[in-house]
């Protein structure tokens, strides 16, 4: 009699024990999931850290750096504007911040800029460009609020020249004054007043063309130069039937010889350093 042939049966096959990762993939992979983890606390702890007055002024150096070929922003190209935008903020950084109220009395003085992105004023520097007689010197911002705790008066000083009619550079003087009121801690409001033409000085050919040096001057001549000398021409911007024009300015830093400020609403921002005061 046959016997039944016996059912076969499946052998399971065995499966490889998993490689074990080498050591040094081992030691990555433990380092990164580590480093992730105490990233967080290696930035605050960073934060943290206080910088020091010479790390304040480094920045600050690399501000004044990065602007300095620019000439004060008129000629300065998207990417220059970038890396002074970056270097902006990294001096805004060092500053007390929104928590510190403005110091008025370090505010007033007379200060000198450096570099603005504010169409207004780049204007100013392409009307030059394009008026070869035109030429437009220094210009500053002069604080008058040394014993106020709420506001002063604020005057935007333009030095600027006709070739061969006035002095080099400093023929002249465009003068727009403004009062402003401490609205927070860092905002001001600028109300403006006054667009003023003065300290007109004339070129040494334009005197011998009004009063020759090999004629005597008359009395008419005299009295023209010293018109000339003493002519203020003002323009006032309010009035008892219109309302002065007005802006809201963030001073965003401030020491002993740098002020930051941004024109809020995209007016562009500006790198000021202390200056002589104006006579």
Same mark, same amino acid.
């Given at each position: 009699?046959?016997?039944?042939?016996?059912?076969?049966?499946? &052998?399971? +096959?065995? $499966?490889?024990?998993?490689?074990?990762?080498?050591?040094?993939?081992?030691?990555?992979?433990?380092?990164?999931? $580590?480093?992730?983890?105490?990233?967080?606390?290696?930035?605050?702890?960073?934060?943290?850290?206080?910088?020091?007055?010479?790390?304040?002024? *480094?920045?600050? $150096?690399?501000?004044?750096?990065?602007?300095?070929? +620019?000439?004060?922003?008129?000629?300065?190209?998207?990417?220059?504007?970038?890396?002074?935008?970056?270097?902006?903020?990294?001096?805004?950084?060092?500053?007390?911040?929104? *928590?510190?109220?403005?110091?008025?009395? #370090?505010?007033?003085? +007379?200060?000198?800029?450096?570099?603005?992105?504010?169409?207004?004023?780049?204007?100013?520097?392409?009307?030059?460009?394009?008026?070869?007689?035109?030429?437009?010197?220094?210009?500053?911002?002069?604080?008058?609020?040394?014993?106020?705790?709420? @506001?002063?008066?604020?005057? =935007?000083?333009?030095?600027?020249?006709?070739?061969?009619?006035?002095?080099?550079?400093? @023929? #002249?003087?465009?003068?727009?004054?403004?009062?402003?009121?401490?609205?927070?801690?860092? =905002?001001?409001?600028?109300? !403006?007043?006054? &667009?003023? &033409?003065?300290?007109?000085?004339?070129?040494?050919?334009?005197?011998?063309?009004?009063?020759?040096?090999?004629?005597?001057?008359?009395?008419? +001549?005299?009295?023209?130069?010293? !018109?000339?000398?003493?002519?203020?021409?003002?323009?006032?911007?309010?009035?008892?039937?219109?309302?002065?024009?007005?802006?809201?300015?963030?001073?965003?830093?401030?020491?002993?010889?740098?002020?930051? @400020?941004?024109? %809020?609403?995209?007016?562009?921002?500006? %790198?000021?350093?202390?200056?002589?005061?104006?006579?």
């Amino acid at each position: 009699m046959a016997l039944a042939a016996a059912p076969l049966r499946r &052998v399971p +096959t065995a $499966h490889p024990p998993p490689r074990p990762s080498p050591p040094s993939q081992r030691y990555t992979l433990l380092r990164s999931r $580590h480093s992730r983890r105490r990233l967080p606390l290696l930035l605050a702890a960073a934060a943290a850290v206080p910088l020091t007055a010479a790390d304040t002024e *480094g920045r600050k $150096h690399e501000l004044l750096r990065a602007v300095q070929e +620019t000439q004060r922003g008129s000629v300065a190209s998207s990417d220059q504007r970038a890396a002074i935008e970056e270097a902006i903020v990294c001096v805004e950084e060092v500053g007390a911040g929104e *928590g510190v109220p403005l110091d008025l009395a #370090a505010l007033d003085g +007379t200060w000198r800029l450096c570099y603005t992105s504010a169409s207004d004023v780049l204007m100013l520097f392409e009307a030059a460009e394009r008026l070869p007689l035109l030429q437009v010197g220094q210009i500053y911002q002069k604080f008058e609020c040394k014993d106020r705790s709420d @506001g002063g008066v604020i005057r =935007n000083v333009v030095r600027w020249s006709i070739e061969n009619l006035l002095e080099e550079q400093e @023929g #002249a003087t465009l003068m727009v004054s403004a009062k402003f009121d401490l609205l927070s801690k860092r =905002n001001i409001f600028l109300q !403006f007043e006054e &667009v003023a &033409v003065e300290n007109i000085k004339i070129s040494e050919q334009l005197q011998a063309l009004i009063a020759p040096a090999i004629l005597p001057r008359s009395f008419l +001549t005299l009295q023209i130069l010293q !018109f000339l000398r003493t002519f203020r021409a003002q323009v006032p911007l309010s009035g008892p039937e219109r309302r002065s024009p007005g802006g809201l300015y963030y001073l965003s830093y401030l020491d002993r010889d740098m002020l930051l @400020g941004r024109s %809020v609403g995209g007016g562009g921002v500006f %790198v000021f350093t202390r200056a002589q005061p104006l006579l």
